[in-house]
């Protein structure tokens, strides 16, 4: 069964935009797990961590949409987000566009206070996730409030402007 958000990034023409701001989610996740333990994935061995987040993105990005994600972040880095800096390459294979934004760069900067995506400036998704990083019950919000759809795009924009693309960032 597709995700909420799976089927929103079907149904996008232009652009599906996503803010992470946390550092830190699920941190039970067996494949996180496996990360702290010392595993490591191939990126020549698509078939070992291609699935269907990738066909989604890159089914969207195939017809033309465009896909960014920035990801603001504590430094020194969490070994979360050592994780997910570690596993983006499928990511950028699938055809997203990734940046990260130290938190300490954002002190001037108005931000909604939940992860969100905004869809072709049209519909706002947000994501309530408990303390421990779990997606909260009913941890999914959509919305076509225009001021709200309007805020969050601009606070992507923000974001997105100061923050460094994937290939220059390291942990």
């Not at 020549?44 to 195939?62: F, L, N, T």
């Not at 001037?108 to 905004?118: A, I, K, N, S, T």
């Not at 100061?162 to 220059?168: G, I, L």
Request: include cysteine; charged fraction near 25%; glycine fraction near 6%.
């Amino acid at each position: 069964m597709a995700t909420p958000v799976r089927k929103a990034l079907a149904r996008a023409q232009r652009s599906a935009v996503h803010l992470e701001m946390r550092d830190s989610y699920m941190l039970d996740d067996p494949e996180f797990i496996a990360f702290q333990r010392g595993k490591r994935l191939d990126p020549a061995a698509r078939g070992s961590w291609w699935h269907g987040w990738h066909d989604a993105v890159a089914e969207a990005v195939g017809r033309g949409v465009v896909v960014r994600r920035a990801r603001i972040i504590s430094e020194p880095v969490t070994d979360y987000i050592r994780y997910e800096h570690d596993l983006t390459f499928g990511n950028l294979a699938a055809g997203e566009q990734v940046r990260w934004l130290p938190r300490r760069n954002t002190k001037d900067l108005c931000l909604p206070g939940l992860d969100f995506w905004v869809f072709d400036d049209q519909v706002v998704h947000y994501h309530h996730f408990t303390g421990d990083g779990q997606l909260a019950e009913n941890g999914e919000e959509i919305l076509h409030d225009q001021a709200l759809v309007k805020h969050c795009a601009a606070a992507f924009e923000a974001v997105w402007e100061r923050a460094v693309p994937h290939d220059r960032y390291t942990v």
